[in-house]
């Protein structure tokens, strides 16, 4: 992956110009919504990684601009500095791409939380043709919300069942037909979802698009994907986000190594280091979470079980969340009561772990060596 951000950042040369040559793109954007002087960035997209902005400019009478050289075609989010949403725009060389949209902020638990509207993105045929590609991503948005206008009353009733911990409840909301029939539907959308997209990856696994669409669409692969990925022609394969697609089903295990160094911020300000947060202890679980991930929730009653019983003997756990709505983070941890050290991260350390799917749990001994990847809880007394 570093081979691939150095010839990123290599290839990319940014500047604030008004039109794009043959050797060049260009992208015009007007966003109403926003003060001047509002910070937009230009960040790499659809790469599966959390990536810094390769260029930042300021809003001027609601305009802006970017442009620069790519290798090949690329997608880029248009995204303001602090807040969420982004604007996806394909580009290629030659490309003089124009974009607008509107902006609405809104609060959401003492949080800003922003969402672009109205958009549209002109004058840039690979976009144009990204969107033919990703047609049937809309087709299954009408069906996954077809499937819970569908059953709204049961899944509502399931919510408030487990927001409320209430598990009489929950197991016999399980046995009602409601429930059997919403299992069923969900199971007959995720297994249209799989057929659609591997159709629509195969369909261009002759070109760059088959990679690109496997990041566009999916949030992680499974052992599956490297199948899709063997039938990729050679091209494919070395194309830049065919790259990508390599490193991630094929990645280089922390197994038997250092684990990669971090600062976090207490809630009281003061920086820790890992090696700060592991020192006296004879094993540390490196845990990475989130507020919205039921798995990860239901492993924290493990956890906690691991740490009553071997804390006293040198045990330590760090929970590293990667939420991003910091207000929804917070609410986790009073629900949950976590009694070891948590931490959101804000420097991109679940990227130098290389996780891909929470919950991550990784083993390290008094040293900071990796012992173990995805551990488990539960096997924790066979060591």
């Known amino acids: 992956m570093k081979t691939i951000i150095i010839m990123m950042l290599a290839i990319i040369t940014l500047a604030t110009t008004a039109c794009a040559s043959k050797d060049s793109f260009t992208i015009n954007g007007t966003i109403t919504g926003l003060t001047d002087g509002t910070e937009i960035c230009l960040v790499p997209g659809s790469t599966h990684k959390q990536e810094k902005p390769i260029a930042t400019t300021t809003l001027s009478n609601g305009k802006f601009t970017f442009s620069g050289q790519v290798e090949s075609p690329r997608m880029f989010y248009i995204q303001l500095k602090e807040n969420s949403g982004v604007i996806q725009v394909m580009v290629e060389n030659g490309v003089n791409a124009t974009v607008t949209s509107k902006v609405e902020t809104r609060d959401n638990n003492g949080q800003e939380w922003t969402s672009f ?65 919403m299992a069923a ?87 820790l280091t890992l090696q700060e947060l592991i020192k006296g202890k004879k094993y540390t679980l490196i845990d990475f979470w989130a507020s919205w991930c039921g798995p990860c929730r239901r492993e924290i009653p493990n956890l906690k079980a691991l740490y009553k019983e071997f804390a006293t003997k040198g045990l330590e756990i760090i929970s590293i969340s990667i939420d991003k709505d910091n207000a929804a ?30 919950p991550a749990i990784f083993l390290v001994d008094s040293t900071g060596k990796v012992l173990s990847i995805n551990y488990e809880a539960k096997h924790w007394k066979k060591k």
Do not use: C
């Not at 983070?329 to 929470?358: C, G, M, R, T």
């Open 185 to 271: 539907d969900e199971n007959l959308f995720f297994k249209a979802a799989g057929e659609k997209t591997k159709q629509a990856v195969m369909d261009n696994k002759n070109s760059w698009w088959g990679p690109f669409l496997m990041l566009q669409s999916m949030s992680w692969f499974e052992e599956e994907q490297k199948e899709w990925f063997a039938n990729f022609s050679p091209e494919a394969q070395k194309s830049y986000y065919g790259q990508i697609v390599y490193e991630e089903l094929y990645p280089e295990t922390l197994e038997g190594k250092q684990a990669p160094d971090f600062t976090v911020t207490d809630s009281q300000g003061k920086t």
């Open 329 to 358: 983070w917070q609410k986790a941890l009073q629900e949950e009561q976590f009694p070891w050290p948590n931490f959101l991260d804000k420097s991109n350390i679940a990227d130098a772990y290389e996780v891909k799917l929470i």
């Open 117 to 181: 509207s109205d958009t549209k993105v002109s004058g840039s045929p690979i976009h144009e043709e990204f969107l033919k590609k990703m047609a049937f991503k809309e087709e299954l948005e009408q069906m996954f919300m077809s499937k819970n206008e569908k059953h709204k009353v049961i899944s509502a009733q399931i919510g408030e069942a487990r927001m409320n911990k209430n598990k009489i409840l929950m197991d016999s909301l399980a046995k009602t037909k409601e429930y059997q029939e």
